[in-house]
C-alpha cells in the first residue's frame, strides 16, 4: 500500500489530503472539507494537469510594450509542461493582440492552442 500526500487547490482553504492506493487503485482519500478536495486528489494522482501560464514578445506596439502574457486555454498533461515551455522559445507575435488571440494552436502537441491575457496596442 502507498500514501501520497496533497495540498489540494481546488479552494482557498488548502486542505491537507492523504491518499491510500493498492497499486493505480485509489482505495480512500482522506483530509478534504469539501467534495472538490476528493476530486482534486483523484485526478492529481491518476492523471495530473495543468494550466501554464507565461509571456511572449511582441513587435509593432505604440505603447512600447515588448511583451504579452499567454497561457494555455485548458489544462495540458503535467509531463508536457517542459516541452509547452520549450516552444514558446523564440515566439513573437505582431501588434495588436486581443485577449484571447489564439499565440500558437495546439502547443506542443498537446491539442491545446496557447492565448493572450492582455491587450497590447
Known amino acids: 500500500m502507498k500514501t501520497v500526500n496533497l495540498t489540494c487547490i481546488g479552494c482557498p482553504l488548502g486542505c491537507q489530503l492523504e491518499v491510500m492506493m493498492e497499486g493505480e487503485k485509489i482505495l480512500m482519500v482522506t483530509g478534504n ?17 495543468r494550466i501554464m501560464t507565461s509571456s511572449v ?3 509593432g506596439s505604440v ?17 508536457k509542461t517542459m516541452e509547452v515551455a520549450a516552444s514558446l522559445r523564440g515566439v513573437s507575435v505582431p501588434c495588436p493582440v486581443n485577449i484571447g488571440d489564439v499565440v500558437i494552436r495546439n502547443v506542443a502537441g498537446t491539442g491545446v492552442d496557447m492565448i493572450a491575457t492582455k491587450n497590447v496596442l
Open 33 to 49: 472539507t469539501c467534495q472538490r478536495g476528493e476530486a482534486y486528489a483523484r485526478k492529481e494522482v491518476t492523471d495530473p494537469t
Open 63 to 79: 505603447a512600447g510594450e515588448r511583451m504579452v502574457p499567454v497561457k494555455t486555454a485548458s489544462d495540458i498533461p503535467k509531463g
Open 57 to 59: 514578445r511582441v513587435y
